[in-house]
């Protein structure tokens, strides 16, 4: 069965620093991986996701991620942090045979001025 | 282009009573999904549609949640009798084609149930 952990429920980083959200995972197969933030009383934004190919990918807004296989995981990434990153990040994943995704519990960003 | 529409915003009901959401996806996506966040949680699944055929309800109690996609559009949700642990935010999420797991999922801003 799919899971995904997402060990930090708060993460709070300067403005202007380096940023990274921590996502690991467990599927059967070849995982597919996605970002989501989330604004307060706001749906998911899709930021990037990962499906085949380079293991760094690039998103939306700054942000990257690096899938390493040998870790089982996606860790999300910034360089430089901005106050308006501030809000609750998801991790998702779907495993080989799933045809929809499974969403880790959320780390709330704090990016402090 | 506009997004994934979703009404009402809020919606206050005593347990036992019934509910519906609405759904209006992105225009020409043919997957549509329903999820139920409880607070502190991700999004879990309820049912997912492939144009207005269902592809997997696994999750969705159905003893008292259904749902339907007419026309392979708009979607509704109901629930009845209303329990207080349904008091979540229910998600609408589309997506342009039926590949499934590969496909990028854009979601609604939610509809916030409180069951009192």
């Known amino acids: 069965a799919q899971s995904v952990a997402q060990p930090e429920d708060q993460v709070n980083v300067a403005e202007g620093n380096p940023l990274t959200v921590k996502c690991t995972y467990s599927?059967?197969?070849?995982?597919?991986l996605f970002w989501y933030v989330q604004y307060p009383n706001r749906g998911l934004q899709f930021l990037l996701k990962y499906i085949t190919g380079d293991n760094l990918v690039k998103g939306s807004y700054g942000f990257e991620a690096e899938f390493n296989k040998s870790q089982t995981s996606f860790h999300l990434k910034k360089p430089s942090a901005l106050v308006s990153d501030s809000a609750l990040y998801f991790c998702a994943v779907s495993e080989t045979g799933a045809n929809n995704l499974f969403f880790g519990t959320g780390t709330r960003l704090t990016v402090i001025p | 282009e506009a997004g994934v529409a979703q009404s009402p915003r809020y919606k206050i009901i005593e347990k036992r009573q019934s509910v519906a959401f609405w759904c209006n996806p992105i225009s020409g996506h043919a997957t549509l999904y329903w999820y139920q966040q409880i607070l502190g949680q991700g999004p879990k699944l309820l049912i997912q549609?492939?144009?207005?055929?269902?592809?997997?309800d696994s999750q969705l109690p159905k003893d008292r949640f259904s749902a339907e996609r007419l026309k392979g559009v708009d979607s509704t949700l109901k629930i009845q009798p209303a329990k207080l642990e349904d008091s979540a935010v229910y998600l609408c999420a589309s997506s342009l084609g039926t590949s499934g797991r590969r496909e990028t999922q854009y979601f609604g801003p939610g509809t916030r149930l409180l069951v009192l």
């Open positions: 549609f492939q144009n207005n055929g269902v592809v997997d």
């Open positions: 599927v059967s197969g070849n995982p597919y």
